[in-house]
């Protein structure tokens, strides 16, 4: 069975940081690119990362670039999503998806998403 599952969510200050991870199960993980994605209330779901398989070429949003980082540990079937910085603005349930097609994230699109993890930035 296919599973995408968010995790590491929660609640922080503002400038604080937090490590979210994307884990994988039932298909083979290093066959797909990445994507982070989050959705903030009463916003449009914004995609704000992409990892290809290797790890080797990762994009990101402006709205988080200089801030997040994402990597991937394929040995762990698992993407990292670590949030430094953090703004009120970055509240949101963060998603993570797989990218279907082709092993970057070109093309294709996002055929299996998880479940989502909440992330609330108040003080």
């Known amino acids: 069975q296919l599973q995408l599952v968010e995790s590491g969510g929660g609640l922080v200050q503002p400038g604080g940081s937090l490590r979210l991870s994307c884990a994988s199960s039932?298909?083979?993980?290093?066959?797909?690119?990445i994507g982070w994605f989050r959705q903030g209330p009463g916003k449009e779901r914004e995609e704000i990362s992409c990892?290809?398989?290797?790890?080797?070429?990762?994009k990101y949003a402006d709205s988080v670039k200089g801030r997040f980082t994402v990597s991937r540990d394929n040995a762990k079937n698992t993407v990292y999503l670590q949030m430094n910085s953090l703004k009120p603005e970055d509240t949101a349930i963060y998603y993570c998806?797989?990218?279907?097609?082709?092993?970057?994230?070109?093309?294709?699109?996002?055929?299996?998403w998880g479940q989502g993890t909440q992330v609330t930035v108040s003080s």
């Open positions: 039932g298909f083979t993980f290093n066959y797909y690119a």
């Open positions: 998806a797989a990218h279907f097609g082709t092993p970057a994230c070109l093309g294709g699109y996002f055929g299996f």
């Open positions: 990892i290809d398989t290797s790890g080797g070429s990762i």
